[in-house]
């Protein structure tokens, strides 16, 4: 006789920098609830409103203060959340943070004390901020050769 599978249910977060040639994944969290997926959202987003100018921070002020609270409810009853921001002055340039709801499945004979060897291999991306700071849009000589 087979035991079942026990499963969670979470949420799966992703912050996303999409330019005109890939997606990087910069920034991932897995949360229990829709309340802690906002959470880390909402921290994330904060950090790049220092990259943003004035206008384009507006929208983001509000959605930090108001618009989260519609954002819980659309993850609280089963529906994705995206949220994507355009800074000027990086062309070409999104930041896009999703969030959904997700099954997790346990992964089989997971040890914290004896990972396996790849798992030490694998670098966390690199920094929000830092990214969207190394971002540089293409130049018109680039643009011109492809």
Same mark, same amino acid.
């Not at 035991?3 to 969670?8: D, G, T």
């Not at 950090?47 to 206008?55: H, K, N, P, Y």
């Given at each position: 006789m087979t035991?079942?599978?026990? *499963?969670?249910s979470g949420f799966w977060s992703e912050c996303l920098l999409a330019t005109p040639d890939a997606d990087t994944l910069v920034a991932?969290? #897995?949360a229990p609830t829709a309340r802690e997926t906002l959470r880390w959202l909402r921290i994330v987003i904060r950090?790049?409103?220092? *990259?943003?100018?004035?206008?384009e921070a507006e929208p983001v002020t509000v959605w930090?203060?108001?618009g989260h609270?519609?954002?819980?409810? #659309?993850?609280?009853?089963?529906?994705?959340?995206?949220?994507?921001l355009r800074p000027s002055r990086r062309p070409g340039l999104e930041v896009r943070f999703t969030a959904r709801p997700v099954i997790f499945l346990p992964l089989a004979d997971r040890d914290p004390?004896?990972?396996p060897?790849?798992?030490?291999?694998w670098a966390q991306p690199m920094a929000v901020a830092t990214a969207l700071t190394q971002y540089a849009p293409p130049t018109r000589a680039t643009a011109d050769q492809r």
């Open positions: 035991r079942p599978v026990p *499963v969670r991932s969290y #897995d950090m790049l409103q220092s *990259v943003l100018t004035d206008d930090l203060l108001f609270r519609r954002s819980h409810d #659309d993850l609280a009853q089963g529906r994705p959340f995206e949220l994507v004390r004896g990972l060897a790849c798992s030490q291999q």
